[in-house]
């Protein structure tokens, strides 16, 4: 087992890609990603926006657990934490927070950094393929897949943009209260680094809460270990074309109803134009009327 290391934050000028929201373009961000695998953005979420999106990360982080206890799985505050991985604790961790509503949709609608994720995902329409939150604390049920070495794509392909990641600091990150490793360009490694390779030549992105990463879904990372009292939220948000699967089905969770109500925005993202049809009434409409429409590849 490899101990999780606090360590001094390192600079190195060439991966100085924190630049304002309003600075950035779609060009150099991409070409980072390209080379690096991430891109930073700082600025790109408004204060009221965070204040609202902190309340209802904690409400729905107190709702995950709960169900998870419920069921079995996760672990309570306060239990003996593994350093590492695996099926442990899952505590922080609020899956599909999206379905709540409310701050997260309207984080959704305002499109942060979308012409970035549009580029990397080659230019068309895109989908949500998951919405999560994570608060990183010291409370010993820490959620442990975030924290193993990982990367967010299950397969690796060496030239498909599979996902693109948004990672939103809600909070300050710090390197005392665990913001995240990622080792720089590590999206174009098959196999997973070593512990030791992974945090001698990776680097923890700290930033200013409003502070979006963007990132390939190869990047191998990890979150920090949170030696503060005070929690360390951010979303965890992913994209991709949308004929990959979601990782939950939003059409279903929010309602047929809810979903002919929202923008064309977020009918795009939940995938409404990306439906699979049932049966032939379904399959057989006009072009305007379609499940899956042409425009999305
Ligand atoms: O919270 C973090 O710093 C990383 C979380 C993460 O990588 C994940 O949830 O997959």
Redesign the pocket.
Same mark, same amino acid.
């Given at each position: 087992m490899y101990p999780l290391p606090v360590q001094e934050h390192r600079h190195n000028s060439r991966e100085a890609f924190l630049v304002s929201n309003e600075a950035h373009t779609t060009e150099e961000a991409q070409a980072s990603l390209d080379e690096f695998g991430y891109f930073t953005v700082e600025g790109a979420v408004d204060a009221s926006l965070l204040k609202k999106l902190r309340r209802e990360i904690d409400s729905g982080t107190r709702a995950c657990l709960q169900m998870q206890l419920d069921r079995g799985l996760g672990q309570r505050e306060g239990t003996t934490e593994l350093p590492n991985g695996g099926d442990g604790a899952l505590g922080g $961790?609020a899956h599909h927070i999206v379905s709540a509503g409310g701050s997260f949709l309207e984080l959704l609608e305002e499109n942060p950094l979308f012409d970035i994720v549009a580029s990397h995902l080659g230019g068309t329409p895109f989908i949500l393929n998951s919405f *999560?939150a994570?608060t990183?604390t010291n409370t010993n049920n820490m959620?442990e /897949? *975030?924290k193993t070495i /990982?990367r967010?794509s299950r397969r690796f392909f060496a030239d498909f943009h599979e996902q693109c990641w948004l990672?939103v600091m809600v909070d300050d990150f710090t390197i005392d209260n *665990? &913001? @995240?490793w990622f080792l720089p360009s590590s999206h174009k490694m098959a196999n997973t680094p070593t512990a030791e390779r992974f945090y001698s030549e990776g680097k923890q992105i700290t930033g200013k809460a409003g502070t979006i990463v963007a990132f390939d879904g190869r990047l191998w /990372? $990890? &979150? *920090?270990k949170n030696i503060t009292d005070s929690p360390r939220r951010?979303l @965890?948000v992913s994209f991709t074309l949308p004929f990959l699967k979601p990782q939950l089905d939003y059409i279903r969770c929010f309602g047929i109803e809810a979903v002919e109500a929202m923008s064309e925005n977020l009918k795009q993202l939940l995938g409404y134009y990306s439906r699979v049809p049932s049966n032939y009434d379904e399959f057989y409409r006009p072009a305007s009327e379609r499940f899956y429409r042409s425009s999305q590849g």
């Open positions: $961790a *999560g994570v990183n959620y /897949h *975030g /990982h967010d990672m *665990g &913001a @995240t /990372h $990890a &979150a *920090g951010c @965890t």
